[in-house]
Structures are given as C-alpha cells and as structure tokens.
C-alpha cells in the first residue's frame, strides 16, 4: 500500500517536492490545498493528485492524506503544524520548522503527546552523501573533527515585498539560508553548541540582508557559516580533522563528498546524483509513518529545537527580536 502525501501551500519548492513523490513507487501525492482554489486545481492537474482544496482545513480534514507536507512561507508554519497534530495528522514541515525554540518545543511536545509523526524537511540531512560524511566522521577517517566551514549564499534581487525581504513573511537570511549550515553542523558534530556568535547587514526592511557567525561545541570544536543574500560564494563545506578533512559538495544539497588524509592526498570519494534529491525526505518521512514512528532519526526534534535556539541567540545580537 503507498503512503499518501498531501500538500499545503503551492509554491515553487511545492513542485519540486511534488515531482520528487511522483517519480517514487511506493509513495503518492493525493490530494493538495492553496489559498485559491484556481491554483489548487491547475496544480493537482500537473501533478495528478486526485483533489484539490482552496482550504488548509479541508485537506486536514481529508481521510485519504497519511502526510501532510507543509511548504507555505515561515511565518505560516507554527499555527499550520499545530493545526495538523491537533488532527493527528503526520507532518513534514519545510525547513525552518518554526522561528523560536519556544514554538519548536510546543509543537515537538504536542506531537509526543497526540503520537503523531513530525519531521523537518531538512532534505539535506536525508541525501546519501551527507550520509556518507557522517559516516566516515563516526568511524575515525579524519581523526577528532576540530572544525567545520560551511555557507549558503545566492545573488538576489532586493525586493521589500518578497519573501526574503518582507519582515511580515519571516523573511531574512538566518531563517531561509543559514539553517542549512547550522543544521549541518550539529549533525557532524551530533552535539549542541554551547556558544554562538555572530554579526548580520541589515537590508532596509530590517531583515538579515547577510550574516556570518560562529558556534562553540563542547570539547572546543568549532563551526563557522555564513549566508545571504546579496553574493555569489563558495558553498562546499569542510569538515576538518586531526588526521584529515572531508568535502562535501555543498552545505544545502550535496551529492558528491570526497576524504583527504592529512596530506591533502584523496582517499575516498562517494557520488549519488538523481534528478531530484527531494526524494530522499519524501521516501525517509514515509517509511517512518509505515512502521509507526512519530521522529526521524535522521532529523530527530533536539537538533531542530537547537537550530531554533540558535536562531534565537543572533537575532537578539542583532536586535530582531
């Protein structure tokens, strides 16, 4: 029996999410929802999904949906989620779950509570080659991992009304950018930071245009990141060790990630590339709901309150909050 996804929200991750369900076999996507109906049925038509709603309650509401993948903008995400755990209706949330540690707890509790699946769509942790870092980190290839580099940058158009820019759509590039490399990091590390630091250029619209910051984990390891809006920048990520360092493609979506000995000699390299990497999140969130589990252990709830914490931490530096 295929586990059937429902959508909410339309936009342009929805279609790459969308297309990912499409090309797997044991998942489907059955029914979506927007604001409007018209872009409700012109979507289901390009995506074959049996229905379509022009009301977030009513695909909440629907039997035939196991999961629910919520891809409107941040600022929606807390009161949506928690309307679905109030339904018992699993979720898989776009990355950031929510924007402060306090919504993260509430909704991670109500989920322990009602037994019902959450899960951030944090796709990068899902992909094979992330994996494989992880892997090689558990195992000792680099020796005592010390530090890691890792950014998420774009070149953008400067438009106050757009997600990026508008304060009223949680926009900024901590919550749309620079959870990818916190979330990397404390996923090498598989700690929490216990210090963190940075500084961020405020765009007109008091948003973080672009940000660089530093976190302290236990034991004196360190990890730095930046992201923005507003260059072009390396993306691949370091993960650097005693006795080596590992590459990986880039810190948001990699397929590619390759080990070096101390000698900056390469040891290793691994490769997976697909189409689309959504797949990964999609078949992951559905195997969890078919045997039963209500957190991913590839995502698990600590590590997104963390990055909550975090996004907590800078933004008062800042004077965001």
Known sequence: MKIRYGIIGLGEIANKFADAVNREKNIELVSVAAREQIRADAFARKYGAKKAYGHYADIIADADVDIIYIAVTHNFHYEIVKECLNNHKAVLCEKPLVLTRKEAEELTGLAQRNNTLLMEAMWT???PAYRKAQEWVREGEIGNVTLISANFHFLGKYDPESRWYNPKLAG??????????IEFSTGIFAADPIQVTGV?????THVDESAAAAM???GGRLASFSCGFNAHAYDDAIIYGTSGKITVENCCGPMETRLFDIKDKQTARFEERVPNGFIYEARHCAE?????????????WKDTITCAGVFDTLRKQWGLV
Request: a negative charge; one cysteine or more; charged letters at 20%.
């Open 216 to 218: 302290l984990f236990p």
């Open 172 to 181: 900024g590039s901590l919550f749309d950018l620079g959870v990818y490399p």
């Open 200 to 204: 961020a250029s405020l765009a007109p």
């Open 288 to 300: 969890l709901f078919e045997k039963g589990k209500i957190e991913s252990d590839l995502i698990p």
């Open 125 to 127: 942790r899902c992909l």
